[in-house]
């Protein structure tokens, strides 16, 4: 026998029953399993909730039944409860206020731009519900474990991607969170992300010696590892600066953080230890190899490639976990940073932004275990010497064996003149048939070969004025018409376009990053879609 | 007049004009994907909007007609010029039209504008949302969306430690 509860279910959005099956257990001491079953062509008043095994539930239209029932839901929950007809709409009116902030508030924060971060986070104070949608919303957003190529735009603070942060660059200012929090329970990190980056001298009212400096950078690792003790492992995203000079002391507290830190899903680490002899730092991590982090996704690492790199990939990585990574060497490192070896056992990386060498990238698409599933690719074939001319055709070419997902490609390369002549004289195709946003930086035209890309949306280029005149002779009209560009036939050219940003730079290109560029910008979107 | 079924997830239906209905982006999509698929180029497109009930429904096409004249925003008017949409958009009519209601309404009509892609009544309502929460106090905001703090112990105070530290940064 079976006992029907009327018109409940959303077509789309199911309840979860459990909840309230678990509320009416508390209520009635009695034991119910639900299904639930749709009829093919929705129509709520048709919709049923069966019951299985009652033969009588005299409370099933009852509104505080159903009152009580709601308030012990999710508040994904209540929002599917208040959807599923207008009666039980009606009684949970009043109280939509509450639930409906978790909808509504990813909506309004990038809508309202004329609240600020701290007006957002005023919600938190209103009540319970609003402060677990708001850190919810805030912790879970998959956008937060993106690179910074894939979001562009996307700031520390931008209100669209919602990362609140604790910044700690100093040991007072740990001392005092410890102090402040120390009968907190629970988590204090409302976006579960810490950043650990000691800048800040204390004023002592003149300039710190070395050995104070010294001493005060130890006390902030110091303190820093008290403070990942007590809370470590509430942290999804850390940034950790590492910077002691000519010492692996630092080393030692970045594997001492690591350990209190089991749950990060995104790790940003500079080593900015420039002064340590590559020997030291590789015996250091040979005796001392880091920790696992088995939930680690993103992964961006700026430093010395040849150990460091190495030594954080080798050891703390799961190679099947690892989706997202960048590897960043600067200054004098970006001579010699081959890709390390780890990275080819990555084989469900679906962003990558790093240096490379065409023979890498041709080793990447053939790694085994397969051909990782890039979605979004950043390559910089520059790589500090001098700069070597890379052939166009190779570099598409190489990067075919990710067409079947590849939607985002930014490559800072000098592709001579040559090279993209020829492969228009040769009628070379880009085969990247999902390819919506191409960003190219150093490119000297013409557009012709990007013609064919049937997908393309949005296409960004830098080039210095010098590249830019090298591009007459295309069939699309693109120079000249840099300050109307409206007027240009590259709408016609690329019929999906819909935005084209122009960059260029008032000096080389190559001096970057050691000489900040002047840029022009220039944005244009299709007339169409205005 | 070509004309469109639009049903609410109460199942009350409304007929109106398609070119009314193509001001929302989802009904747009909705009625071009009807007419690739259908044999019969006069059919009349019927349209089941599963997430919006009828009384909020309702408030948007009253909306979308009051505002059928207007020129279409685009969905990045403010890169283009740097004004909000809010402020071109809004006029005497908008603010008549949002004063009687409850904020729990506008909050729905945010959903339902959000879902149906209609942008400026998007922006209209989230400035209304957002003018009852800046620079008002915490009570102020409680008393304007009818809410009442549920901490218990010391939470009130650990959420404004937490805020403190986030925002000091």
Request: charged share 30%.
């Amino acid at each position: 026998m079976s006992y029907l509860i009327k018109e409940k279910m959303m077509r789309d959005k199911s309840v979860t029953l459990a909840d309230s099956a678990v509320a009416i257990e508390e209520n009635f001491g009695e034991k119910i399993k639900g299904r639930i079953e749709e009829s093919a062509s929705f129509d709520a008043k048709k919709e049923y909730l069966e019951v299985a095994g009652y033969h009588h539930f005299p409370a099933d239209n009852v509104q505080e039944v159903w009152e009580n029932v709601f308030e012990k839901m999710a508040n994904n929950d209540k929002i599917t409860f208040s959807k599923v007809c207008s009666e039980w709409h009606n009684w949970v009116s009043p109280k939509r206020t509450r639930f409906l902030f978790r909808e509504m508030f990813p909506t309004l924060a990038s809508c309202a731009e004329g609240l600020s971060i701290e007006e957002l986070m005023q919600c938190r104070k209103i009540c319970k519900s609003w402060s677990q949608d708001f850190d919810h919303e805030n912790q879970t957003r998959p956008s937060h474990l993106l690179l910074d190529f894939e979001n562009p735009e996307a700031t520390q603070f931008d209100r669209t991607i919602l990362i609140v942060s604790n910044e700690f660059n100093n040991a007072k200012k740990i001392k005092k969170f410890l102090q402040d929090m120390k009968s907190h329970q629970g988590n204090p990190f409302p976006g579960r992300y810490i950043s650990l980056d000691f800048y800040k001298i204390p004023k002592i009212g003149r300039r710190a010696r070395e050995d104070e400096r010294l001493q005060l950078k130890r006390e902030f690792w110091g303190k820093a590892l008290e403070l990942l003790e007590a809370f470590g492992s509430h942290v999804y995203k850390a940034y950790i600066r590492l910077e002691l000079p000519e010492t692996t002391e630092v080393y030692e507290y970045f594997h001492k953080c690591l350990l209190h830190l089991p749950n990060l899903k995104s790790l940003r680490v500079n080593d900015a230890c420039n002064g340590i002899p590559l020997h030291q730092t590789r015996a250091f991590y040979q005796r001392n190899p880091l920790p696992q982090l088995p939930q680690l996704e993103t992964i961006d690492i700026t430093g010395p490639p040849q150990v460091f790199w190495s030594s954080v990939l080798e050891s703390v990585c799961v190679p099947a976990v690892v989706k997202r990574l960048r590897l960043f060497a600067c200054g004098e490192f970006r001579k010699d940073a081959p890709i390390p070896e780890a990275v080819y056992n990555f084989h469900n990386l679906e962003a990558i932004d790093a240096q490379i060498s065409i023979e890498e990238l041709e080793r990447f698409g053939n790694v085994l275990g397969g051909t990782p599933p890039l979605t979004a690719v950043a390559f910089d074939f520059r790589n500090g010497k001098q700069e070597q001319e890379q052939d166009f055709v190779r570099v598409f070419k190489s990067l075919e064996v990710f067409g079947g997902s590849l939607t985002h490609v930014k490559i800072e390369a000098k592709f001579s003149h040559y090279s993209v002549q020829h492969a228009l004289e040769i009628g070379f195709a880009i085969n990247l048939p999902k390819l919506e946003k191409l960003e190219l930086h150093g490119f000297t035209g013409p557009l012709d070969p990007l013609c064919q890309l049937g997908t393309l949306e949005c296409l960004r280029i830098s080039c210095s004025w010098r590249q830019l005149e090298e591009w007459q002779g295309s069939t699309v009209d693109f120079y000249g018409f840099e300050w109307r560009m409206e007027d240009s036939n590259v709408w016609e050219k690329i019929p999906s376009i819909q935005k084209i940003h122009l960059e260029r730079c008032s000096i080389r290109i190559d001096k970057f990053p050691c000489e900040m560029p002047k840029i022009y910008h220039r944005n244009m979107l299709r007339l169409s879609s205005k | 007049m070509a004309l469109v079924r639009v049903i609410s997830s109460d199942g009350a239906a409304f007929l109106v004009s398609q070119r009314l209905a193509k001001r929302s982006g989802k009904l747009k999509t909705e009625i071009e994907t009807f007419r690739k698929s259908s044999d019969n180029s006069e059919a009349q497109p019927e349209i089941r909007i599963v997430t919006i009930r009828a009384e909020i429904l309702r408030l948007v096409l009253q909306w979308l007609q009051q505002h059928q004249n207007d020129p279409v925003l685009p969905a990045n008017q403010n890169e283009q010029d740097g004004r909000g949409d809010a402020e071109m958009g809004q006029s005497q009519w908008d603010r008549d039209f949002l004063a009687p209601m409850d904020l729990g309404i506008v909050m729905e009509l945010i959903l339902a504008a959000n879902h149906l892609e209609v942008k400026g009544l998007l922006d209209i309502t989230c400035k209304l949302v957002e003018s009852k929460i800046t620079g008002r106090t915490v009570d102020e905001i409680r008393t304007a969306f009818k809410l009442k703090s549920d901490f218990k112990g010391n939470e009130e105070e650990q959420t404004r430690l937490e805020n403190r530290w986030c925002v000091e940064n």
